[in-house]
């Protein structure tokens, strides 16, 4: 599968951004997807990921009650909804996809989209 992310660019903290991931193929629906991020600086790391039916989310619990994934199987996208954005949520967001269950680990998953970068000034 392919992945293509959008949707980044620069918000005040307290604002709200939406990301997109599109994916190729005809077996999305099998895939968990997953949005992690990375800081300049710093490794990447988990934000959260949905079960291919879309039934299941986890978080990390740094954007618990803020982030909402949600995903479209009949199109082929998954999207990260952000609200209360946070200076610290600074980084560029990538979705990825697996088999089976969301792991928080980055090297569980075998694709990745190219990133698009979040910048939320204080």
């Not at 978080?59 to 199109?75: P, Q």
Request: charged letters at 15%; glycine letters at 12%.
């Amino acid at each position: 599968v392919q992945l293509q992310a959008s949707g980044g660019g620069l918000v005040q903290a307290g604002g709200s951004l939406r990301l997109s991931c599109a994916a190729s193929g005809r077996t999305f629906s099998s895939y968990v997807m997953a949005w992690f991020r990375q800081a300049p600086g710093k490794e990447r790391e988990f934000v959260g990921g949905i079960s291919p039916s879309g039934g299941y989310t986890y978080y990390t619990d740094s954007v618990k009650g803020r982030f909402t994934i949600s995903r479209d199987n009949a199109k082929n996208t998954v999207s990260l909804q952000m609200n209360s954005l946070e200076p610290e949520d600074t980084a560029v967001y990538y979705c990825a996809a697996r088999y089976n269950n969301i792991l928080t680990i980055s090297r569980a998953y075998n694709y990745w989209g190219q990133g698009t970068l979040v910048t939320v000034s204080s």
